[in-house]
């Protein structure tokens, strides 16, 4: 298990240093204290920074909640951009070697390498889920919570196993026909 998950941290290793940027950004916006900085290290700590146990439930869903969302904005525009060139327009099999071509395909690794490390760790997911559906939280806010909760803490567990390496290559296989489905009627629907 272990070895996959380094493996898959080191193939995407942007985007790896990229989450880890982001959990230590949120940690200091955060005022939660680092205990390790170091963010390409051949543990399970890989991508990520080890810090303190948080004991606010809105530290402990803004740590984990806002390293997802920079790298899942992040790596859905340069997947967006890689494989609409690579995979609709063609680029993946055409044999020019102009710096555009391998931009392509450069902004497609990225796009693929920042989808795949988008969650926390299990241990801040953990966390989370302890805070938000302890004993002393409404109903309200246990049941708005859930969606994101369950995204978060489902995507722990596949960042785990390197599954999440192998669901962003599907998707960006996936956003032409996506893009092909959804913008002719929001053009329309500009019109």
Known sequence: MTTV???????????????????????????????????LTATELCGHVEHEIIKKRSVSFGVCFF????????????????????????????????????????FLWLGISMLTNLFPQIEDALTLRELIYG??????????????FAVLYCGAFLERWGITFLTS?????????????FLPSLIGAMQ
Do not use: W
């Open 5 to 39: 998950y380094i493996i898959v941290k080191y193939l995407t290793f942007v985007g790896a240093y990229m989450k880890g940027f982001f959990e230590q950004l949120s940690c200091r916006v955060y005022e939660v204290l680092i205990e390790d900085g170091r963010y």
């Open 67 to 106: 390293p997802f969302l920079f790298n899942l904005i992040l790596g859905l525009v340069f997947v967006s951009v890689g494989s609409m060139n690579v995979y609709f327009l063609g680029e993946f099999f055409t044999y020019n070697k102009g710096i555009v071509h391998i931009l392509n395909f450069v």
């Open 135 to 148: 004993k002393n939280t409404n109903i309200v806010l246990k049941i708005l919570a859930a969606p994101i």
């Open 169 to 181: 290559i599907a998707f960006s296989l996936a956003v032409p026909s996506i893009y092909a489905t």
